[in-house]
């Protein structure tokens, strides 16, 4: 264990919120990039990133070994039969081990939208036919299928109108060519309307959603604890004797987390940059690893709006959690002890990444709605909903207000429990402690 840095020389009362903070910001940055459990666990996330952000080709590659079961149904019971025998006949390869699909005849009153929620098929095709002789299909798709079997679908889809339009000009004499209409929605595990979506940009919103939901949880939950095993170190080693009378409690605060601030963020663009990297050449990896059945639709999920939305609720949420972080952190005198107060934060974020897990996979319900504005929960929640589309504007401005005003409010309070935690030593944590300090004038 490396021996506590000792107070920053320029340190004086007489200095300001600017100055002393800033000093302080510098030492916490130089000491946390310079330590070799930074590089270590830079390594490992940006590790991590790179498996998460590799998933779409893993499942492309679990795919082609199992078979998806899709629904097919219309108003005429021929169509349905044909337009089942031709699917079979160009998305089922002869001689396969395992036959990619398996389709199913269903009555078309069947509740089709809910049998895929349901997980009773991984998807449902509904064809009808338009009043200029042309077919329209809808595809309802399930978590399960992915952009390639979309794309299969549809393309099986043209078949059929094909096959359609030469037995039409066989009995009807020269019928016009209509190209098929095909449509594609997803279908939330959750319940609700299928929401009217392009295949690949749904499947790539949820993809990238996953990579910046689980980065942001472990980041904030890594870097908070960051702030306060740094404020618990120093009270064990007196250290914070020393500083407490060069500069103010705020000063200390307010400079501890910006230099951590910094320093997080300096690993959050050695993490981010390789995950990027992979989500924008993934298709290039799948046909490498794959083959040509490997290859889709270039990854479009990801955008400067989601890279600017992604950055904006990192460093609130950073600032909310460092806050919380570095008032519990003074009011222990032991790192062993750190745990105490640290345990219930830990649980209250991961309440808040279940959610956002929850809105990526489809759910629209009130508690998502709810937990996408509090503010301990909507750096993940909120920005889970934006990567499916489902936000309007005010929504997400109301959320980043309410998380600014969140901010503010823990601020105030990390400046009254902090100032009077500098000086508990000895006292183990605890309700009581928690309450004596926020009354404490500051």
């Not at 078309?108 to 009808?128: F, K, N």
């Not at 039409?168 to 209409?181: E, M």
């Amino acid at each position: 264990m490396t021996a506590p840095v000792a107070p920053d020389p320029g340190l004086s009362p007489e200095n300001g919120l600017l100055r002393n903070g800033w000093l302080v910001a510098k030492r916490e940055f130089a000491e946390k990039v310079g330590s070799r459990i930074f590089a270590v666990s830079t390594l490992l996330l940006a590790g991590l990133a790179v498996v998460v952000a590799l998933t779409p080709v893993l499942i492309k590659a679990v795919d082609r070994g199992t078979t998806t079961t899709i629904a097919i149904t219309s108003p005429n019971p021929e169509l349905t039969r044909s337009s089942i025998g031709i699917l079979e006949g160009f998305l089922n390869p002869a001689g396969a081990e395992v036959a990619p699909y398996t389709f199913v005849e269903v009555d078309p009153t069947e509740d089709l939208a809910g049998a895929v929620s349901d997980g009773r098929y991984a998807g449902a095709m509904i064809g009808t036919r338009l009043a200029n002789g042309g077919l329209s299909f809808q595809f309802l798709a399930g978590e399960t299928v992915g952009t390639d079997r979309v794309q299969q679908l549809q393309v099986g889809s043209f078949a059929i109108g094909i096959f359609d339009w030469i037995s039409r000009s066989g009995s009807l004499g020269a019928a016009t060519w209509q190209v098929p209409v095909f449509n594609s929605a997803s279908v939330a595990t959750g319940g609700g309307a299928p929401e009217t979506i392009g295949a690949s940009e749904y499947a790539g919103r949820r993809i990238v959603g996953v990579v910046f939901v689980v980065l942001i949880f472990i980041t904030l939950v890594i870097y908070g604890m960051w702030v306060a095993t740094g404020v618990a170190a120093e009270k064990s080693s007196r250290v914070m004797e020393l500083m407490i009378s060069a500069a103010s409690p705020v000063q200390l605060l307010v400079g501890k987390v910006v230099g951590l601030g910094l320093a997080g963020l300096t690993q959050y663009v050695a993490i981010l940059v390789p995950a990027i990297v992979i989500l924008l050449i993934q298709d290039r990896l799948a046909v490498l690893a794959l083959g040509p059945s490997g290859s889709g639709e270039p990854l479009v999920g990801l955008t400067l709006p989601l890279l600017g939305a992604f950055m904006l609720f990192f460093v609130l949420g950073f600032a909310l959690y460092a806050l919380i972080y570095a008032a519990a952190g003074s009011l222990v005198s032991r790192p062993e002890d750190l745990q105490v107060v640290a345990l219930p934060l830990s649980l209250i974020s991961m309440v808040g990444y279940l959610i956002a897990i929850a809105a990526l996979g489809g759910a629209s319900g009130t508690l998502v709605t709810i937990g996408s504005y509090v503010p301990f929960w909507s750096p993940f929640v909120m920005l889970g909903r934006l990567m499916v589309g489902r936000v309007e504007p005010w929504e997400l401005a109301l959320s980043v207000a309410l998380l600014v005003l969140g901010i503010a409010g823990a601020l105030w309070l990390a400046i009254r429990v902090y100032s009077a935690g500098v000086l508990l030593y000895g006292q183990r944590p605890g309700l009581r402690t928690f309450v004596a300090a926020a009354r404490r004038p500051g």
